[in-house]
């Protein structure tokens, strides 16, 4: 039998950017409870963007980050609880009431070449005796000789393992198994992914990089997530059985899991829109596709030369207002260029 591989689903946190961050507290407690009892390793919960992420800017939260984990640690009787947390998004203090509210595993992540920023909040959760993961966001963004730099440094500060994140679904499996083996080979902790399915992908991605070496997996029922959505979890567990993974589920359990959540979750059928082609394509964050349709019917642009100025100014998680900023340089442009009558 191969390695255990641990599943964070991330349905009610990466899927809260498919709802702009809406998601009621009926509705977080009832899937948190249906993922305990369907055998789900960890369970992360809260805003798309992490503790402290909540804002105008990014998408005000209609529940605070303390309500929504106070309710979901009463529910869960053998998950784990997870949060997902970017340096300068959240503070310390955000940190201390995840704390409180009895979070188990902590996702402490950066853009993938700004690991340093990660030290003092992977240092801070280590002390306080809870479990540290490094993420590295938007990973296609660099080689897997930096990829390798950047993990060790989060390692040096205490990481308990390093998950890269696919954040723009752009990887294609010859790029997950070069990062994931360079990680294996350079590391002396696990290694985890989490794909997005721009490109179609997502779980194809995610069997590379367990046959590559990693450990951790991240899934979203029916692929919940920012723009084309996630790993599809109910089609991530029997592939993982057929390629002979343990979980700590099963394929009937995660398709009751799917099953009810129809009842309670307002999940569109999968499919890959081109506006998450695009971005795909052009390597930019899944959670920007909301806001670049937003600008570019509002101010009469093409969203697919938005996507391309967005590529060349190589945005990064967080940059939303430079999506503002290019969009309505576009839109000078076009008027400017409009010949008079």
Do not use: W
């Amino acid at each position: 039998m191969k390695d255990y591989i641990t599943l964070t689903d991330a349905t009610l946190r990466d899927g809260n950017h498919a709802v702009r961050h809406q998601l009621t507290i009926e509705q977080i407690v009832q899937y948190a409870e249906a993922a305990d009892e369907a055998g789900i390793d960890i369970v992360e919960v809260g805003h798309g963007n992490g503790l402290g992420a909540s804002s105008s800017l990014l998408g005000k939260a209609v529940n605070t980050d303390a309500t929504m984990l106070a309710s979901v640690r009463a529910k869960l009787a053998h998950s784990k609880l997870g949060i997902h947390f970017i340096p300068g998004l959240g503070k310390i203090s955000d940190i201390e009431i995840a704390l409180e509210a009895g979070v188990d595993v902590f996702r402490l992540a950066s853009h993938c070449t700004e690991a340093n920023i990660t030290r003092q909040f992977i240092e801070h959760v280590r002390h306080a005796g809870k479990t540290a993961y490094g993420v590295l966001m938007m990973s296609h963004m660099a080689d897997a000789t930096e990829i390798l730099k950047q993990s060790r440094l989060m390692q040096s500060y205490g990481a308990h393992a390093i998950v890269l994140m696919d954040s723009a679904g752009f990887s294609t499996p010859d790029l997950v198994k070069e990062k994931v083996e360079r990680l294996i080979d350079g590391l002396s902790i696990p290694v985890g992914y989490h794909a997005h399915n721009n490109l179609g992908l997502a779980v194809a991605n995610s069997i590379v990089a367990v046959e590559s070496g990693a450990t951790l997996l991240d899934a979203c029922v029916r692929g919940f997530g920012a723009g084309a959505g996630n790993t599809q979890l109910e089609t991530l567990v029997p592939v993982l059985e057929r390629y002979g993974y343990r979980t700590g589920t099963d394929f009937a359990h995660a398709v009751r899991l799917a099953k009810r959540t129809d009842e309670f979750l307002p999940i569109r059928t999968p499919h890959i829109a081109i506006s998450n082609i695009t971005t795909g394509v052009f390597g930019l964050f899944s959670g920007f596709v909301p806001h670049i349709e937003r600008l570019a019917s509002e101010l009469k642009i093409d969203s697919f030369e938005l996507c391309q100025a967005l590529a060349h100014r190589k945005l990064v998680a967080g940059q939303e207002d430079v999506i503002v900023e290019e969009a309505h340089r576009l839109a000078t442009r076009n008027a400017r260029s409009v010949p008079a009558r």
